[in-house]
């Protein structure tokens, strides 16, 4: 299989113009936003996610006026320099109960400002717990201005079942970063990233293959900076009168560390030929660095459902249903690329 450089931008371009054309009416141009749930851990893709965010509101030209992550978020200080603005609830996989911190955070959000105008921008959804899912079901359907936006179909059709609260289908935020350059050329024929976490499909079976998972970091002096500022400092901040500057800082830091983050996921990808993953943004930048890939899902389907609600069409990709079957297709797919070099070289 392979896939003409027009044909995936033109597929990238397509998923581009769907996520501007619902973005556009909840979020208009020139406003002023609200930025909640940074993510504070090493996973790349929530910070990919939050980047594609942040380069989203400054096309439009949104400013952002307060943000912060779950431990930093102060109800005071959203209400004070937010004024009248929107508030939007970081995308990504954690709606539902298999991350509670985050689900704690947005109905904590969404119940305390019931006057403002409250995009959940692109999430999955699962709750394995009815009673969970009747709480959440209850601070969202009292909410009269709240959407929900979700990536994937499964998701949608979720969401309307348990919800009234209006909800559309929207492209993950990470889009928004566009097409990136491969850095550095590939280091082994297959790179295999794969989760360990409570999303890994058979978390306790042995693994067949050596692989990778990007949950973790080197420390730095950045991350070491955003800690201080996010645990030794967060918590003081009404306290001070010079909040809005300390409040820049740690912007510019956690942004920072997020650029490190989304580097550091896309040389790892970058080192394989061929890359094969069971984590979402594995599949998505991998298309927007242009490497072949082959696709397993994670323990609940999101990741087959939003392939199949967007990317299906965008080449690069295979699916596979196990460990066995995807490393036949990603050595199908070595000398699929290979293939073009031989051929000019004969030549």
Excluded at 77 to 87: K, N
Excluded at 115 to 136: C, K, M, N, T
Excluded at 310 to 327: H, I, Y
Aim: proline share 5%.
């Amino acid at each position: 299989m392979t896939s003409s450089d027009a044909e995936i931008a033109g597929c990238l371009s397509r998923i581009d113009g769907e996520l501007d054309s619902v973005l556009r009416p909840l979020i208009p141009p020139g406003a002023r936003c609200a930025l909640l749930d940074a993510p504070d851990y090493a996973n790349v893709g929530d910070s990919a996610i939050w980047l594609g965010e942040k380069a989203y509101l400054r096309r439009i030209g949104a400013s952002v006026v307060y943000a912060c992550d779950a431990a930093g978020y102060s109800e005071a200080q959203l209400a004070r320099h937010l004024g009248d603005g929107v508030i939007l609830l970081s995308g990504g996989g954690n709606l539902g109960d298999l991350w509670p911190v985050h689900q704690r955070l947005r109905e904590r959000v969404i119940g305390a400002f019931p006057g403002h105008r409250i995009v959940q921008l692109p999430q999955s959804i699962w709750f394995e717990d009815e009673a969970h899912r009747e709480r959440a079901r209850a601070v969202f359907d009292a909410h009269p201005r709240l959407t929900l936006l979700v990536r994937d179909r499964r998701s949608l059709e979720l969401a309307r079942r348990a919800f009234k609260t209006p909800s559309l289908l929207c492209p993950d935020m990470a889009h928004a970063l566009g097409a990136r350059p491969r850095k550095q050329p590939a280091r082994q024929e297959v790179l295999w990233l794969l989760r360990d976490d409570l999303e890994a499909r058979d978390p306790a079976s042995p693994r067949a293959v050596e692989s990778v998972d990007w949950r973790s970091e080197p420390d730095s002096w950045v991350r070491r900076l955003e800690r201080f500022l996010t645990e030794d400092w967060s918590w003081r901040l009404p306290a001070l009168g010079w909040t809005a500057p300390l409040l820049a800082v740690h912007d510019r830091v956690r942004d920072g560390l997020a650029r490190q983050r989304l580097e550091r996921g896309c040389a790892l990808l970058a080192r394989g030929e061929v890359v094969v993953t069971d984590r979402l943004h594995g599949h998505l930048l991998s298309l927007l660095l242009g490497i072949p890939h082959v696709l397993l899902d994670n323990s609940y389907g999101k990741v087959r459902s939003y392939h199949e609600t967007w990317t299906r069409t965008c080449g690069l990709a295979r699916w596979a249903r196990s460990t066995e079957e995807a490393s036949v297709l990603a050595a199908d797919l070595v000398r699929a690329t290979r293939a073009p070099a031989s051929a000019a070289m004969s030549t």
